[in-house]
């Protein structure tokens, strides 16, 4: 195999590993097209759906000449992957895979895919670059919360950060005054999970008496899931950490696709393995940087189960600029949505990072919400937003309740255009997540 293909992962690379951010645009130019050729190669060559799809649209492999030509391949959706489970779109005999992950899927069979030994050393590379772009190091003592197992988030970082020498405590999501008793004991400075898992485990270590700021935690390692500015300005108050985003699907690999620099001013995007664009949801068609639409990636040297255009559904743009830090490589604005977390209320498109982000930003609320649809008789759709106050700022006085559920409705109404029933729930009712946070309950019979 090609060596640019077959990184290694030794000591003497992991310096050149954070080089590949520093790159100057042309250089990485000829890289992506240099992984890009060959990777459309393998998937015809290799992939019955490929090719199907390719002599479809009446291309061959050399008819895309350069990323430019990207465009002319078709779409791969998560439908494709559910209509070829389990291993329909694998792309190496399977002696050749080492791991295979699944993610969750909503409905029905998950969503599988396959990594060989390469892939994997890809994947934690870029786990490598994110921990380095937060500042961690080997001396670094790294809680890993987030769950092990078929979803990507566990593994992601237990192979990234073992890769950079950071030492790994493999705890998992759960048990959560064991969390905070390891935290404690074991002198933790990094910690990664969901963010919605780390407002569980700071409510936890309060309960406990133990003050996390106290503790010589510098860095949260928080994504999987959307999540605020807000949200991030109250965890970093309340921990005293730096709370940096990293993002990731299972489909590309997992967490690693992209990371936060120290400027904390868009997820720099590890494109010399995960190719970006940016279509309009709607027509399909590429769209400039710097505009919102569906964010695509092309894995560019992924071989047991090339994603040539996959759709992830997040929405984001490119971002222009060039960032104070000096990496070339490009960034996209933090993910606030995405398509399948979109609901309609009385034709006004909603998302719940919105709802969140107007909620937080009136004082005494907590950052624990859910939000709750339903259908009147009639046909018409309410939405209740259900929010607990700090436990500082719960009364029991009826006056001082209205008045905050006023301003959080006042608020949404602002942000969103909806107005939203707002009940004030009291501190501790909705439920914790130990991953991924689910915000929206929709009890509307379709
Ligand atoms: P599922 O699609 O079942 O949630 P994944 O675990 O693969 O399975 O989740 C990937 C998705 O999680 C992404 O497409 C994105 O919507 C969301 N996500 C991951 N990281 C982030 C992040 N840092 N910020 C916002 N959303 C994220
Ligand atoms: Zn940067």
Known sequence: MNALLTPDLSQTTLNSVTNLDFLTRERLREIQWK????????AYA?????????????????????????YKMPLVTKQ???????????????????????????TGKPIVVAHTREDLAVWAQSVVRSLKSYGVHQNDVLQNAYGYGLFTGGLGLHDGGQA?????????????????????????TVVSCTPSYFLHILDKAEEMGTDLRELPIRVGVFGAEPWSEEMRERIEERAAIKAYDIYGLTEICGPGVGAECSHQNGTHIFEDHFYPEIIDPET??????????????????????????????????????????G????????????????????GVNVFPGQIEAALLAVEGTAPHYQIILTRQFGGLDDVEVRVELKPEDFSDKIGVLEGFQRKISHEIHRVTGIHANVTLVAPGTIPRSEGKAKRVIDQRVI
């Open 46 to 70: 290799n992939s019955p759906w490929y090719r199907e799809q390719m002599k479809a649209k009446k291309l061959l492999p050399g008819d895309i000449r350069s990323l430019d030509d990207l």
């Open 164 to 188: 950079l020498g950071v030492t790994v405590v493999p705890i998992s999501g759960g048990n959560t005054e064991r969390q905070v008793m390891l935290m404690r004991d074991f002198g933790v």
């Open 80 to 106: 494709v992957l559910r209509d070829t489970y389990p291993f329909g779109l694998f792309s190496v005999p399977l002696d050749k895979i080492v791991r295979m992950h699944a993610s969750s899927g909503t």
């Open 284 to 325: 399909l068609e590429p769209l400039p940087d710097g505009q919102e639409g569906e964010l695509v990636f092309t894995t560019l040297d992924r071989f047991a189960m090339p994603m040539i255009r996959y759709r992830t559904r997040d929405i984001t743009c490119l971002m222009t600029d060039e960032c104070p830090c």
């Open 35 to 42: 992984k890009l050729d060959i990777m459309v190669r393998h």
């Open 327 to 346: 990496r070339t490589i490009r960034r996209m604005r933090r993910i606030a949505a995405r398509t399948d977390d979109m609901f309609i209320i009385r």
